[in-house]
């Protein structure tokens, strides 16, 4: 079971950034998928997560209106959209495939 996070960046307050978890080693789609966060000296955070369908969509309160989580189950792969990055964004994403799978991270800081 493999799952690797890519997009994470430096961006301006204000920005945009695209995050991607490609998939592997296990039947994706039959899977609800999240992505989490971890601040510097501070506890993971479920940001946003999406059913196997892609049917179903939760968000934190934090990043509503901002953020979308999506998935493409051909390409085993889920997306955040993140809008309107805020300092607070700054964190490590990770994402969590349900069973107990993490990825690594991708470090994202929004920062001028």
């Known amino acids: 079971v493999q799952l690797v996070e890519s997009g994470g960046d430096l961006v301006q307050p204000g920005g945009s950034l695209r995050l991607s978890c490609v998939a592997s080693g296990f039947t994706f789609d039959d899977h609800d998928i999240g992505w989490f966060r971890q601040a510097p000296r501070k506890g993971r955070e479920l940001v946003a997560q999406?059913?196997?369908?892609?049917?179903?969509?939760n968000y934190a309160d934090s990043v509503k209106g901002r953020f979308t989580i999506s998935r493409d189950n051909a390409k085993k792969t889920v997306y955040l959209q993140m809008n309107s990055l805020k300092p607070e964004d700054t964190a490590v994403y990770f994402c969590y495939a349900s069973g107990g799978s993490w990825g690594q991270g991708t470090q994202v800081t929004v920062s001028s």
């Open positions: 999406i059913s196997s369908s892609g049917g179903t969509t």
